[in-house]
């Protein structure tokens, strides 16, 4: 049997297409936020007696509405406003006018995505915040099960468009 050898492709070739996967924080935004979900999961766990790592920060739509809860095993502790919310991210640091439509209307698109990609409706699909000291995770939820992990960097973009 014969074997084809692979065209090879120059250096300059391949350098554009690894760059092409590349992203970089510059402004160390990522690391930021992270840091801030992960202070105020300390905080909240620090004012309820749970550990941080057993709390789940929801995001989901009710009607025509974005909610912002805060469970333990399955348990409602806290409704968060959506001020609340971009606190959470930003702790604290940002002038919530303006920033409440666009979180609004960011996260609506993002459920409408992964519920479009299930074949689902948008009321079916949760984002599920959960953190330890070293990281975050953003797991998609739906009645049927987990669906996916969202990438934190997609939700800042989305907050943030």
Not at 5 to 15: A, W
Request: positive net charge; charged residues 20%.
């Amino acid at each position: 049997m014969q074997q084809h050898p692979k065209p090879k492709r120059s250096l300059k070739t391949r350098l554009q297409q690894a760059a092409t996967n590349i992203q970089v924080d510059v402004f160390g935004y990522h690391k930021q936020v992270t840091e801030n979900i992960q202070q105020y999961f300390r905080k909240l766990a620090a004012q309820t007696g749970i550990p941080s790592k057993q709390l789940i920060l929801r995001i989901y739509q009710d009607q025509s509405r974005i909610r912002v809860c805060i469970y333990h095993k399955g348990i409602l502790k806290k409704e968060l406003q959506l001020h609340e919310l971009i606190a959470v991210f930003t702790a604290g640091n940002s002038n919530y006018l303006g920033l409440e439509q666009r979180v609004t209307t960011g996260v609506f698109e993002l459920l409408k995505h992964w519920a479009t990609l299930h074949e689902i409706t948008s009321s079916q699909v949760q984002f599920c915040i959960a953190c330890s000291e070293k990281q975050v995770w953003i797991n998609v939820y739906a009645i049927k099960g987990y669906l996916g992990e969202l990438p934190l960097k997609t939700l800042m973009k989305k907050f943030t468009s």
